[in-house]
Nanobody, 121 residues
Framework: QVQLVESGGGLVQPGGSLGLSCAASGSFFSVNAMAWYRQAPGKRRELVASITSGGSTIYADSVQGRFTISRDNAKNTVYLQINSLKPEDTAVYYC???????????????WGQGTQLTVSS
């Protein structure tokens, strides 16, 4: 089993910055892609940013240039640095990881419990 534990989040003023982190723990061989998703009230969950084990990244158009995703493979941890926050960034942010759980290469998707980010003055 794989657990994803997120930290960060909270109440931030518009224009502010914040960092989120998510650490994977449990029984697995390796972690492939890791990502951050978010879900605002009344909206579908959407991809914010993803990063491969090799460091290749993808960003949603709405966050390009303001959000930076990174990871520490040795710690199985993914980070999201968020700058120039806007009220529309308010959402629950979820960590995602694709983990290889055995030597045969079987992999599964795992999700964190979510952390609330509210951008408001």
């Amino acid at each position: 089993q794989v657990q994803l534990v997120e930290s960060g989040g909270g109440l931030v003023q518009p224009g502010g910055s914040l960092g989120l982190s998510c650490a994977a723990s449990g029984s697995f061989f390796s972690v492939n892609a890791m990502a951050w998703y978010r879900q605002a009230p009344g909206k579908r969950r959407e991809l914010v940013a993803s990063i491969t084990s090799g460091g290749s990244t993808i960003y949603a158009d709405s966050v390009q240039g303001r959000f930076t995703i990174s990871r520490d493979n040795a710690k199985n941890t993914v980070y999201l640095q968020i700058n120039s926050l806007k009220p529309e960034d308010t959402a629950v942010y979820y960590c995602y990881a694709e983990a290889v759980i055995n030597r045969w290469g079987n992999n599964y998707d795992y999700w964190g419990q979510g952390t609330q980010l509210t951008v408001s003055s």
